[in-house]
């Protein structure tokens, strides 16, 4: 591997500082080279765009001084793409992830910025679709400033490599959702913080003896049908991106149908439906399914319940039900981490399911109208053994996960990533390095611990630096 002060290509671009024709001869000898099986490509059919992504680290710096666009490359040791991690560039315009091959060929332009990330991982910034809050805030407490709450955690999360996610609120009275849901909007990401993506409601609707966390007072059912119970709950639904819902409610599956239409993620959870129920839910739209193990029947042989989703038959062909895990160490023993991720690998979210103690310390805390007490990594609802969210962050839950599982660590990072923005349909722009994307990512060291994180191509937060 090249040195930082000693790259690859370092005695090439010396001899390509002596002349611009060089470059082009260059070029054309790793375009023979490639064609013929041999050389920079070293590929058995020609394929163009290897062929610059092995000699555009070459040719770029033997033209940089000949042209200045705003363009920023960051040399990294290895990307994450489609399972794989690999050397190679990720070059950055207008806050997307840029083909360097059109850059180069169409428009005859170079790099004006480079960044040496040093060896490190850079990976498709994380996305947390169940987050309840963190660092003092709790998003289901209604008050005149959600908006300040929201911001606040946004921010702190950028140093766990989130760059998008979805604050989510526990069952709580229809007065609270009222008051809260107008304040939080959909937002792009920046350096003031992540990008919400939309608001993920987890509850009312859900079953009383699964409910967990959830006070048994706010709990509601479907008695009208269809969206007039969800609307007289919630009131309006422009900023919500995912509902969990228990499938065995009566209606429930004419609200699936009329949620979906909608475009909002319809997510299985705090159930005690049986396995026919689920695939039903799954018929009529759902494709998600919330902390899977957690608040739901217990897998059993004769009737696996929701946890048999993963391994269904009857989900239609092209169909993929995604399923959270909370990987804090403390909601799923390893050995139902490893069961789940080698069933169904493609289809597991980390989430973090954190609370308001997140980033806080021991002591008595709040998830909504229920006071928690935290303990170590452990949140209970006050005076029972009864979990209430957790306080990883999703940094954590990653290494935790990579640990667990003995998945690979491009795995893991996908399931932080990639997986969580095909659930929501946003895989084009978000959770990918690929061409066009947004550029937003995180570098780590190899150990999966966040060095920097970017939104839209712009260093948003790194280590060691004061917070912006």
Known sequence: ??????????SFFAVMGASAAMVFSALGAAY????????????????????????????????????????????????????????????????????PEKLFFEEKASADRRLDCEGGILAP?????????????????????????????AHKI???????????LVSSPPEVYHKVLPQIQVRRGGPHGAGVLGVHLEGPFI???????????????????????????????????????????????????????????????????????????????ASFITHLFNAMLPFHHRDPGIVGLLTSERIPAGRQVFYGMIADGVHTNPAALRIAHRADPRGLVLVTDAIQAMGLGNGRHTLGQ?????DGLTAFVA????????????????????????????????AASLHPAQLLGIEKQK??????????????????????????????????????
């Open 32 to 99: 023979g080279t490639a064609k013929s099986g041999t050389g920079i490509a070293a590929m058995s059919v020609m394929r163009p765009e290897l062929i610059m992504k092995s000699i555009i680290p070459v040719v770029m710096a033997g033209i940089i001084a000949i042209y200045g666009l705003v363009v920023a490359v960051l040399i990294a040791n290895s990307l994450t793409s489609n399972i794989t991690l690999f050397k190679e560039d990720l070059w950055v315009r207008d806050g997307r992830i840029l083909d």
């Open 431 to 468: 959770g990918t390095l690929d061409y066009g994307a947004d550029a937003d990512f995180v570098m780590l060291d190899d150990s999966l611990h966040v060095q920097a994180t970017y939104i839209a191509g712009e260093l948003v937060w790194r280590a060691g630096e004061s917070a912006r």
């Open 158 to 168: 950028l140093s766990h490599g989130v760059t998008s996610f979805c604050p989510t």
């Open 207 to 285: 079953s009383r003896e699964k409910r967990g966390a959830h006070p048994e007072s706010c709990l509601r059912s479907f008695t009208h049908g269809a969206l007039q119970d969800v609307l007289a709950t919630y009131g309006n639904l422009d900023s919500v991106r995912i509902i969990t819902l228990a499938p065995e409610l009566d209606r429930s599956g004419e609200v699936i149908r009329a949620l979906t239409t909608r475009g909002i993620c319809v997510s299985l959870g705090h159930s005690v439906a049986n396995l026919r129920e689920a695939e039903e839910a799954v018929l009529q739209g």
């Open 383 to 414: 005076g029972t053994k009864t979990l209430s969210g957790s306080v990883a962050t999703m940094d954590a839950c990653v290494r935790h996960f990579r640990e667990a599982s003995g998945c690979s660590v491009e795995m893991a990072l996908e």
């Open 1 to 10: 591997m090249a040195e930082p002060n000693n790259p690859e290509y370092a």
């Open 370 to 374: 229920q006071v928690v007490e935290v």
């Open 125 to 153: 910034g994380f996305i947390d679709v169940q987050i309840n809050g963190g660092f003092g805030v709790d998003f289901s407490l209604a008050s005149e400033d959600v908006g300040s709450g929201v911001a606040l955690v």
